[in-house]
């Protein structure tokens, strides 16, 4: 199974800062990576698929990037309503593993 | 607006099984996978496997293989999950989610969840 590890496992940030989360793969697995988010108490939601192509109806400050085995979600200008935790997922080869997320709070 | 509506919450003993169902609005459910993932408890999520409604393809995670099986009805436009032999650590809130093929795989819309308890 392709091993993924996401850094960091938690992360505290102020409104209108620049956020980074790392997700990287045990192999390389070309641009098949994914993000999501995750509300508490609600279903997960596409941000980033491809590695850089965002989702339709997500704000531009999301972008994602890396190919092969390290990969980066950035959040610029960070919101209130980015509290969420975040998770990476690769859909390189089965099984599609998921990061182990990171939970991201509001200072 | 594609939505996947999931069974209610189940309790159950260890042991028994539990058959979670998600059905699609629309009329594009074969034209898509659809994979169950699950999430225990304060923790993160599992991807269990994926199932074509268009020709019954399944890729299970090694880890539920014997104890999943994945189905389709393509009549009613729903997606099956069955989990049997359940033990404590099965206790998780599981989704459904429609998978898109492209250049590469990923999920875009998911179901709401089903939250499955397993105690004695």
């Known amino acids: 199974d392709i091993q993924m590890t996401q850094s960091p496992s938690s992360l505290s940030a102020s409104v209108g800062d620049r956020v980074t989360i790392t997700c990287r793969t045990s192999q390389s697995i070309s641009t098949s990576l994914n993000w999501y988010q995750q509300n508490p108490g609600k279903a997960p939601k596409l941000l980033v698929y491809?590695?850089?192509t965002l989702q339709k109806g997500v704000p531009s400050r999301f972008s994602g990037s890396g190919s092969g085995t390290d990969f980066t979600l950035t959040i610029t200008s960070l919101q209130p309503e980015d509290l969420a935790t975040y998770f990476c997922?690769?859909?390189?080869?089965?099984?599609?593993?998921f990061g182990q997320g990171t939970k991201l709070e509001i200072k | 607006q594609v939505q996947l509506v999931q069974s209610g919450a189940e309790v159950k003993k260890p042991g028994a099984s539990v058959k979670v169902s998600c059905k699609a609005s629309?009329?594009?459910?074969?034209?898509?996978?659809i994979s169950w993932v699950r999430q225990a408890p304060g923790q993160g999520l599992e991807w269990m496997g994926w199932i074509s409604p268009h020709n019954d393809h399944r890729n299970l995670a090694q880890k539920f293989q014997g104890r999943v099986t994945l189905t389709t009805d393509t009549s009613t436009s729903t997606a099956y999950m069955e989990l049997r032999s359940l033990r404590s650590d099965d206790t998780a809130i599981y989704y459904c989610?429609?998978?898109?093929?492209?250049?590469?795989?990923?999920?875009?819309?998911w179901g709401q969840g089903t939250l499955v308890t397993v105690s004695s």
């Open positions: 997922q690769q859909t390189y080869n089965s099984p599609y593993t």
């Open positions: 629309g009329n594009t459910f074969s034209s898509y996978g």
């Open positions: 491809g590695a850089s």
């Open positions: 989610a429609r998978d898109v093929v492209g250049e590469t795989i990923w999920i875009d819309y």
